[in-house]
């Protein structure tokens, strides 16, 4: 006699853990999408639209950047090419 309260696991009723999606759509603070705008604006594409700066922002956190601990300016010269983002971690 089963005397436990779980349900038996045979093929059929198994779960199959599935791999949950990389973050299609990641959350950025009110923080970080100011520091980005105000980094697209020093570098010269104050109308870049929001999807562009969601975009780069998420390209940041891929990279393991912290965008809330570096200055606009340099975060600018991230965007113009100055500066690599391998550059800017230093």
Known sequence: M???LEQQINEETEVTPTEAPKNPNPKFTRGELGKAKRAFAKAGQPDASEEVRKKW???MKE???AVMEFSSSRLAKAIKGE???S???K
């Open 2 to 4: 089963n005397t436990t």
């Open 57 to 59: 922002l998420a390209e």
């Open 63 to 65: 990279a393991n950047v």
């Open 83 to 85: 500066i690599t983002v």
């Open 87 to 89: 550059e800017l971690r």
